[in-house]
DNA sequence: TACGGATGTGTGAACGTGCACACAGTAGGA
DNA sequence: TCCTACTGTGTGCACGTTCACACATCCGTA
């Protein structure tokens, strides 16, 4: 391994200008600094192309002015889920405003989460906002035991209350569209459900059966494994096998609901005519979809910057209430129900 | 802004486990060192919870083991383009292999410009990946001023020769699946030209001339601005308008023929019955569509890889041959046409 | 004259690490 | 006996930066 090139330090631009490094310093850093002695380091620093070396200020300063933005298993979501993009450019829009570099760390394999770790430890960021962790995840534990400030969007991961989060109601949510898509006068009602192996599937359905009360029946209910259009599909068909009849669906997600749209068609069920369908999530799905879909507003880009500001504010060294913050997530109706 | 809590160092490891700093450094980087020696340190190391600080490790070694992955301009790219999560699967995957972390920075303002120039500029990182980069792009200048290691996915930049890239053969890929589509008997073809403002765009309709050579007719493309479903559904009318008797497709991308196979349907027009379609990418909409797509193959997942493999052969100190590197891009012929 | 404050500059130490070097002990061969 | 090779350990320095401190000068005022 060839090392890089040596560049100018300060000690250089000291020299070049003739003055000592504690006055090139504060040229950069601000202080009390003659005009003659600015003039002649600035036309120095031009002079060298000198750039300052963020490693040594950070090892100065235990500050590297960055945030990580780490994405488990980011394989399904940046095919699938529209949100993680959405997700990630309103967290930077945020840290760009307070002047922090958004690192953002994918983690795919085992290999990858000590890596991960290892540079979480090592001080190249002053925090780290964490997507889609599963409750266990390894690097919960390394950010606990690191203390490194850090906010979850999501789910609150179980075993560290002090890590705060911002999320969305999935349950209170999926009642919430569940219960128009009832009130409009379907009978038969019945759910795509997705990813019951993640709390936010777990409480979309939840949030459903509590919108049927009485009404429920779980043989109205396809559990299939992803949040994607082909899961849509297999739900679909699935649905309509069991139950002909079936006037409503609420599909886990806006994916879901178009695969779930295009099996209709096929079927030859008029959409909102013979069956409603809502989704969640209200994705660049919902409005590609013929007819649009009535769904769930999730605020993608407002995650973002929430989580982004709960990290910002503990850098700051303030103390956060403990807990978690919920964002509103508005119905959005359109045609499709 | 509260500093961190100061952490343990090689110096209280070696304290604890009574050697000196030196026997710690040998322990934890190779060398000799006696079994008892090894085990008091490790305990120590475990007791204390020691994490070695990579910001002194960088300042010292002037190496990060970090490579960046810089996206221009990706918000659209998040929502439309289905390449860029993959190009940064494919590069993770490759750095990972290689022990080197790939921290991803986006670039939307003016403000991240300049962020993301010094955050590169500092030594956080030993490479960079750039990714759309137009071809005046400011961070060019910054990398080449530097010579940081790099390689850019797409086009090559202008000014400066001697960056490596990798890319697909536009233009090729466009001649070779319009002569495809013209050899099945379509005699009115016509295509939906997207973001002539950049090179692919303008390749990819470069491709088209010259495949149908004196039977290309301008009255024939229809100039949307982005690679979207929306620009597609917008193309396909216009297109219709003009010549009603058209009988062949060629979108520029899946996202655009999706829109396009929309506006066909409406039209009560039959695919590939009445009108052939084919598109470019073959990303998660060719097989998502109704019927699916026949379209260019664009290896993402290569294209990062490559690019990984680009910058870790400079970082080894290789001198790479100038100029770029084309992947091949089979076509995939499915029902669209 | 003496003092205090404001302005301007240089020096030494420290951040935590890795490596070169010095040094010590042991073993084997000429 | 001396030389070399190998194993094992400690010390000093350098990486490039910032900060605290010391020092120097000038000015207005008691």
Redesign the pocket.
């Known amino acids: 391994m060839s090392r890089p090139p ?2 100018a ?3 250089d631009i000291a020299a070049a200008a003739g ?5 090139v ?2 040229v ?2 601000g ?7 600015r003039a002649a380091i600035e036309a120095a620093i031009l002079e060298v192309g ?1 750039v ?2 963020n490693a ?2 950070t ?4 500050r590297s002015q960055a945030v990580a933005f780490v994405a488990l298993e980011p394989h399904s979501l940046f095919l699938d889920d529209p949100n993680i993009g959405s997700i990630m450019l309103g967290a930077n829009a945020a840290l760009s405003l307070a002047d922090h570099q958004m690192v953002s760390l994918v983690v795919e394999s085992q290999r990858d989460t000590e890596r991960v770790a290892r540079y979480l430890s090592g001080g190249f960021v002053d925090g780290a906002i964490v997507v889609s962790a599963r409750t266990r995840d390894p690097i919960i534990k390394v950010i606990s035991d690191l203390s490194l400030p850090a906010a979850f969007v999501g789910h609150p991961p179980e075993l560290s209350d002090n890590i705060p989060f911002v999320g969305i109601d999935n349950v209170g949510s999926a009642r919430a569209i569940t219960s128009r898509l009832a009130s409009s006068g379907r009978r038969r009602i019945g759910m795509i459900a997705a990813a019951l192996d993640r709390d936010s599937g777990i409480d979309r359905l939840t949030g459903f059966k509590t919108a049927l009360g009485t009404g429920y029946d779980p043989a109205l209910v396809a559990d299939v494994p992803h949040y994607d259009y082909g899961s849509g599909v297999k739900g679909m068909r699935l649905l309509l096998e069991r139950e002909p009849s079936i006037d409503g669906v609420f599909a886990a997600s806006d994916a879901i609901a178009a695969g779930a749209l295009e099996t209709l068609r096929e079927a030859g069920r008029s959409v909102p005519g013979d069956v409603g369908v809502v989704g969640f999530d209200d994705s660049t799905w919902a409005v590609r979809c013929q007819p649009q879909l009535s769904t769930v507003h999730q605020p993608a880009k407002e995650l973002g910057s929430c989580a982004a500001q709960l990290v910002l504010r503990q850098l700051r060294g303030e103390t956060l209430e403990p807990g978690g913050q919920m964002l509103p997530t508005p119905i959005v109706w359109r045609d499709s129900a």
């Not at 090892?59 to 235990?62: C, E, I, S, T, Y």
């Open positions: 040596k560049r330090t300060v000690h003055v000592s490094r504690g006055t310093s504060r950069l850093n202080g009390y600094v003659s005009a003659e002695a000198y300052p070396n040594a200020r090892l100065k300063m235990r």
